[in-house]
């Protein structure tokens, strides 16, 4: 089990490496801060600064950056993880897109993208919507019960809603048809058409706690003044959360999209342990596909070449996010 | 000028990196793979061989399994006090994904246990990493030891694509078969034929009960219900050629499209589990050994838990075929391989550790600890009533020469292909003729890459 989450996770790292990067000037922007930096020789505290870097940059170059280029390499050649690799130039990367199978599975990523992301995202602003307007008691109490299931290794959750799914004997289906609803009873991983919603809801419970937490930590930052004034200009609580609560919250929202997409593009654990993919191809996503690539047919190079496509989305994806975000807070 | 800074110190990263991870992956293939050294001529004197450690990798490490590797290490290093074993277990999968990396290296062990197939011996083949042991076999007399099939599963031509012959690579210690349980309660007069069976299964819809347990969430449990239909449907040599890939051989026949059409029927009749799709493995196994269901297609690897669950009340035996008291006709194999690396300096101290796994006094020490020895020995009978009945198919299907291979060794892929086609058809989305017509594009396909 090791082995496959460690795939799962090398898109994150160079998503996280995106980040990083982009974080990489801040110590530069101190020495100009400082102000005094101008009285000094130029040059020599900037030449200082970059000794600071060199440990980060030995540790980040070694485990993130060095396997990133490698794995690039890796992509370029028909190799199954002893022999001699084939170099193939772009071959592998061409494959994935004209597999229908691999294109298949980014689909289903971006499906699973409406439910880790979007959904979590949309509860999260109704419960902040509600929190702004009123104080709920014990409200402490239920946020820290809706952040449970963030808490729970993905494995245990997988495992748990695979038995609540059970056709026969879950929960659902049992209450289904105890209260006249059996038509209503599905075989939820077992059917085509419902199993990658049923896939997806498992990343909904799993994400929505998280944008709850930080949407609603961010309603409370937020002025009371600026409620007072909405509501001296007359507006209602639909006006009031679209005029004040939504604007202010864009800071916590680009983080919790953020995070959520993450989590929905690099979706090993759920898939694996709940569907394996099936039935058929129907729930198979890139980060599974990856694994299987690499660890169970031996085609190392196309499970890289994979990898790096699918780091390339999230990389794209979470940029857009944070673009839009920034242009909003400097508006 | 700040990015293109930082720009190029990740270049200068990346080139530090790329430059220390250069060349083509893998290596040179002729420089890092090792001769084979010499082919032995004679049993060799393993007491002689002077001190000698051996480095075992297994995955011997569940219940009777651990119980037998570790009685017979011990055994061997009383023989041999000059022999030391050095056993390194593993879970299966650990084992699986970690072997190639370790084998490949520079202290790689003595004897490893390599899965048959494509995925993993087929590779380590291909990189010339396991020794090639027929003039061990010969000298141990290896060949009469086996049923045929679980020889040839064991070997490889030396372009490691094609298996099933050439150079035989290792020895198994223990069988596996899959046909079916039954609950002695409900079934009390066993089918003799297939078409029995079908009226039994009828009759126990009829009844109300589940006919037979099948949960297929986890895609190939599907690829084991259809095998075991296939071999009554289909000549059990078609099934060979077409896993061992002979020239010739297709999925695309009209025997293996009866077979999809039979199931896809029992499918549509309600012989299933409902929504067996979206049911796991083990919850519709634990359901059989709970006492719903008439029948449960399953492998002998459920055996201890069904015996340990329902006592006496439950039977085992191969799907009856067309006739009654015909040859039996099983899915089934055999444990992974013990294997000889080619990097071992002792290959001669490895093959007689091979040899005393596999040999009469290994048949008892496998039976004494519910095992079911995959050696055409004689073994001490077991007591309980489903082992014995297990014993029993084994022996028939060995003396028959009755076992079909699993079909998911035939590509690298093909356990996934396959299964996820299964699911698609039972669930009527393809009809049979575009089920045996896809799956076998689909090893096509895998070939040409």
């Given at each position: 089990m090791a082995r496959p989450v460690a795939t799962a996770d090398t898109p994150v790292a160079l998503g996280r490496g995106g980040g990083a990067s982009a974080d990489a000037p801040e110590p530069a922007r101190r020495v100009r801060f400082g102000g005094r930096a101008r009285d000094r020789p130029p040059g020599e505290p900037r030449r200082v600064a970059y000794l600071y870097l060199i440990p980060a940059a030995l540790i980040f170059g070694t485990f993130t950056l060095a396997p990133l280029v490698h794995s690039v390499w890796l992509s370029l050649f028909q190799w199954d993880g002893i022999t001699a690799g084939k170099w193939v130039g772009l071959h592998n990367y061409a494959d994935v897109l004209s597999d229908p199978v691999q294109r298949e599975a980014f689909g289903h990523a971006l499906v699973l993208l409406i439910f880790y992301a979007v959904i979590p995202l949309l509860i999260?602003?109704?419960?902040?919507?509600?929190?702004?307007?009123?104080?709920?008691?014990?409200?402490?109490?239920f946020r820290v019960v809706l952040f449970l299931p963030q808490v729970i290794a993905l494995v245990v959750v997988a495992v748990m809603w695979r038995m609540i799914y059970d056709p026969n004997d879950g929960p659902i289906n049992e209450t289904l048809r105890s209260i006249g609803l059996g038509g209503l009873a599905k075989s939820w991983l077992g059917d085509f058409d419902v199993a990658l919603p049923a896939v997806g809801l498992i990343g909904t419970w799993v994400m929505y706690g998280l944008a709850m937490v930080l949407l609603t930590a961010g309603v409370q930052k937020i002025p009371r003044s600026l409620y007072d004034a909405a509501r001296v200009d007359g507006a209602g609580p639909v006006r009031e959360f679209f005029a004040v609560?939504?604007?202010?919250?864009?800071?916590?929202?680009?983080?919790?999209?953020?995070?959520?997409?993450?989590?929905?593009?690099?979706?090993?654990?759920?898939?694996?342990?709940?569907?394996?993919?099936?039935?058929?191809?129907?729930?198979?996503?890139?980060?599974?596909?990856?694994?299987?690539?690499?660890?169970?047919?031996?085609k190392v190079g196309s499970a890289s070449a994979m990898g790096l496509m699918l780091a390339a989305l999230i990389f794209v994806l979470s940029a857009i996010i944070n673009r839009v975000a920034e242009r909003g807070q400097a508006r | 000028m700040k990015a293109s800074r930082v720009l190029g110190s990740v270049v200068a990263i990346g080139a530090t990196a790329l430059a220390a991870g250069c060349g083509t992956p893998g290596g040179d293939d002729s420089s890092n793979a090792p001769k084979t050294t010499t082919a032995a001529q004679a049993k060799p004197d393993i007491a002689k061989a002077g001190n000698v450690t051996l480095t075992v990798?297994?995955?011997?490490?569940?219940?009777?399994?651990?119980?037998?590797?570790?009685?017979?290490?011990?055994?061997?290093?009383?023989?041999?006090?000059?022999?030391?074993?050095?056993?390194?277990?593993?879970?299966?999968?650990?084992l699986n994904t970690t072997l190639k990396l370790a084998v490949s290296g520079p202290k790689a062990p003595d004897v490893v246990e390599a899965n048959q197939g494509l995925g993993v011996m087929g590779q380590l083949v291909k990189a010339k990493l396991l020794r090639p042991i027929d003039d061990y076999a010969k000298i141990y007399g290896w060949a009469d030891r086996y049923p045929s099939l679980l020889l040839d599963l064991n070997k490889f031509e030396a372009n490691g694509t094609t298996f099933g012959s050439g150079d035989l690579y290792g020895l198994s210690q223990m069988g596996e078969i899959v046909g079916v349980f039954y609950n002695?309660?409900?079934?009390?007069?066993?089918?003799?034929?297939?078409?029995?069976?079908?009226?039994?299964?009828?009759?126990?819809?009829q009844s109300g009960d589940v006919p037979i347990q099948f949960g297929n969430l986890d895609k190939w449990p599907g690829i084991h219900e259809y095998e075991t239909v296939l071999g009554q449907?289909?000549?059990?040599?078609?099934?060979?050629?077409?896993?061992?890939?002979?020239?010739?051989?297709?999925?695309?026949?009209?025997?293996?499209?009866?077979?999809?059409?039979?199931i896809q029927d029992?499918?549509?009749?309600?012989?299933?589990t409902d929504d067996f799709n979206g049911t796991g493995y083990d919850p519709a196994w634990q359901r059989f050994a709970k006492g719903r269901g008439h029948f449960l297609i399953a492998g002998t690897w459920l055996v201890a838990d069904l015996a340990k669950q329902m006592g006496d009340n439950v039977g085992f035996m191969p799907l009856p075929g067309q006739q009654a008291?015909?040859?039996?006709?099983?899915?089934?194999?055999?444990?992974?391989?013990f294997t000889v690396t080619s990097k071992s300096k002792h290959p001669d101290v490895a093959a007689a550790y091979i040899d005393f796994l596999t040999d009469q006094n290994a048949t008892n020490v496998l039976a004494q600890t519910d095992n079911l020895p995959a050696m055409k020995y004689d073994a001490p009978a077991p007591s309980a009533a489903l082992t014995k009945d297990v014993a029993t198919a084994w022996k028939a299907l060995g003396d028959a020469d009755g076992l079909i291979p699993y079909a998911d060794y035939t590509t690298p892929t093909f356990g996934d292909d396959l299964g996820g086609a299964i699911q698609q058809m039972l669930a009527g989305k393809d009809s049979p003729t575009d089920f045996t017509k896809g799956v076998q594009e689909k090893v096509d396909a895998s070939k040409s890459s």
């Open positions: 999260g602003l109704l419960i902040a919507g509600l929190v702004a307007r009123s104080h709920i008691r014990g409200f402490a109490f609560t939504l604007p202010a919250l864009r800071g916590e929202i680009a983080v919790a999209l953020t995070l959520s997409t993450i989590a929905a593009l690099r979706n090993f654990d759920l898939v694996y342990i709940t569907t394996k993919g099936g039935p058929g191809t129907s729930t198979s996503v890139p980060a599974y596909q990856v694994y299987e690539r690499a660890f169970l047919t031996g | 990798w297994d995955q011997e490490v569940r219940g009777g399994q651990a119980a037998q590797i570790k009685e017979l290490n011990k055994q061997f290093q009383a023989k041999y006090p000059n022999v030391k074993i050095k056993r390194v277990a593993k879970s299966f999968d650990d002695k309660k409900k079934v009390t007069t066993p089918p003799k034929t297939l078409a029995e069976f079908e009226q039994q299964l009828a009759a126990a819809k449907v289909a000549p059990k040599q078609s099934v060979r050629d077409f896993v061992f890939q002979k020239s010739g051989a297709s999925f695309d026949t009209p025997e293996f499209q009866d077979a999809a059409a039979k029992w499918a549509k009749k309600g012989y299933f008291g015909g040859d039996p006709v099983a899915l089934g194999g055999e444990s992974l391989p």
